[in-house]
């Protein structure tokens, strides 16, 4: 065996990402409190950290943030239990405390850092408007060729993200997120739980229509499957479930 096919690794040399969760709000629709969902930071978080990457968490606004409750594994309804990777995230505090206290996310120095992976929960669809720090961070990132994803409604910043030349980021390119069959299902679920009348809607508008509209080409691989796609640097996941999966593609695309 000669040297060429040594595998060195570098220590001095780790991959970096900056992932961005949202802060937390109210939502105008339904007057609920909103953050970001623990398994779109958990389960990437995870991924990225087995590789020997450094992981750094933002917000929008820096300080605390707080999660939605139903992504929480402790949380009474059930909906998370499974989720052993968030449990232990939230259990470890030396981890824990990375999202009690993030930094802004103005204060990324791309030039430091080899991607960008913006989380959802319900919040981005409330705040991602206003966040043009944000705006501006994500197509830093692509346009200088690093990996730019977003995953689930953290896809809502390829409604805002515009290039130099004021073009939509999303423009003719293949991406997934929060899909409309998954939109029906959520309202269908607190209209029959009576948490919502059946004239309001969880969210404001809609990942899938709003990129279909700027000319994205939306792509998804059904109800609650995990899924996660590439075009080029932009990688985008469908939802809650699709965690591991973006991040392995961005895994692949930094070349491990």
């Known amino acids: 065996m000669s040297l060429k096919d040594v595998n060195v690794v570098n220590a001095n040399n780790k991959k970096r990402v900056a992932i961005v969760i949202a802060n937390p709000a109210v939502s105008t629709t339904t007057g609920w409190n909103v953050g970001f969902w623990w398994s779109e930071l958990t389960h990437p978080f995870y991924e990225f950290t087995e590789k020997g990457y450094e992981v750094e968490i933002f917000s929008p606004d820096g300080g605390k943030s707080e999660p939605d409750a139903m992504s929480d594994p402790r949380d009474a309804s059930g909906y998370s239990a499974s989720d052993l990777i968030s449990m232990g995230f939230i259990?470890?505090?030396?981890?824990?405390?990375?999202?009690?206290?993030?930094?802004?996310?103005?204060?990324?120095?791309?030039?430091?850092?080899?991607?960008?992976?913006?989380?959802?929960?319900?919040?981005?669809?409330?705040?991602?408007?206003?966040?043009?720090?944000?705006h501006q961070k994500f197509v830093e990132f692509y346009q200088k060729g690093k990996v730019a994803a977003a995953l689930c409604h953290g896809v809502a910043i390829l409604k805002y993200a515009k290039l130099s030349n004021g073009e939509y980021l999303a423009k003719g390119k293949t991406v997934t997120g929060f899909a409309n069959v998954e939109e029906d299902f959520a309202d269908e679920a607190v209209w029959n739980y009576g948490m919502l009348p059946r004239d309001k809607h969880i969210m404001p508008w809609r990942i899938e229509d709003e990129l279909k509209a700027i000319g994205a080409n939306f792509v998804q691989a059904g109800l609650w499957r995990g899924f996660a796609i590439r075009d080029g640097n932009l990688i985008t996941g469908q939802q809650n479930f699709s965690g591991s999966e973006t991040a392995k593609l961005v895994i692949a695309a930094l070349g491990e």
Do not use: Y
């Open 91 to 134: 259990h470890t505090p030396s981890l824990f405390s990375l999202v009690e206290n993030t930094k802004k996310v103005a204060e990324i120095e791309v030039e430091k850092f080899d991607a960008i992976v913006v989380a959802g929960g319900q919040s981005p669809m409330f705040t991602f408007e206003n966040a043009t720090d944000l």
